[in-house]
């Protein structure tokens, strides 16, 4: 028979560090960013002009993206310079994020308390806290592009005018959008990776070997899917914040 599994949709609080709680996810998102920032310094600490081998495959990575969104931005080098970064970095962190949760040893090392399994580890994405102040950035981030590029008042015109009734109406469905992002963003990639971890670990209990092997490989490429996804919406949201009202 198969061992009871245990699904929580809260993360797992480990200690309190001044009163705030420590939890897994937390700890989790700490070792992702602690990879990121060192590989981005060892990559870059040693750029030359003619590249070596390594340089050149990252530079080939870094530059269908970078192409994509400076034609998607139509070339505004300005736009392109602020939105490119912020972009590829979410990319970056959701992608690390979501595979760093598939490895062998998440959920799998922790300690016992009062009869419970407390893991050390646990994917990142499948704390809501993780998906909403990631999509609270990209919001700021699509809200502060329109009103730096069309100006304050020519921005908020998109949503609140008096031209007509009919364009007022449809300025607050607008405005109304605009604040639905929030709960799109988070719970989209919230659900798929929560759901996927669901998946994996009702697989494993039932059928250990073989099977989870291309379950795995599936839940590498909905990963890949999802941090696309969450930087691509980004990205084009963006892109209709800085056009012009009409």
Do not use: C
Request: aromatic share 14%; hydrophobic share 60%; proline share 5%.
């Amino acid at each position: 028979m198969a061992k009871e599994i245990a699904i929580h949709l809260e993360p797992t609080v480990l200690t309190h560090l001044f009163g705030l709680p420590i939890t897994n996810t937390l700890l989790s998102t700490i070792v992702v960013s602690a990879l990121l920032i060192v590989s981005a310094y060892f990559l870059g600490r040693n750029l030359k002009l003619v590249p070596g081998k390594l340089q050149a495959a990252v530079e080939g990575i870094i530059e269908f993206p970078y192409s994509f969104v400076r034609e998607t931005l139509e070339y505004d080098k300005k736009l392109v310079a602020w939105v490119f970064p912020l972009v590829m970095t979410i990319f970056i962190f959701v992608l690390t994020a979501n595979w760093f949760g598939l490895l062998p040893f998440i959920g799998a090392i922790g300690i016992e308390d009062h009869g419970h399994f407390l893991p050390f580890f646990y994917p990142i994405n499948t704390d809501l806290n993780v998906t909403l102040a990631l999509s609270i950035i990209a919001l700021l981030a699509i809200e502060t592009a329109g009103i730096i590029t069309l100006g304050a008042l020519r921005y908020g015109g998109k949503f609140v005018t008096f031209k007509s009734p009919l364009a007022f109406a449809v300025g607050i469905i607008e405005l109304f959008s605009e604040l639905a992002r929030l709960i799109s963003f988070s719970f989209r990639l919230f659900g798929n990776i929560f759901a996927g971890k669901v998946l994996i670990l009702v697989v494993f209990s039932f059928v250990p070997l073989l099977v989870p092997v291309p379950l795995l490989a599936f839940e590498l490429f909905v990963g890949f899917i999802q941090a696309a996804i969450f930087a691509l919406l980004t990205l084009f949201f963006i892109k209709i914040a800085v056009a012009e009202p009409h």
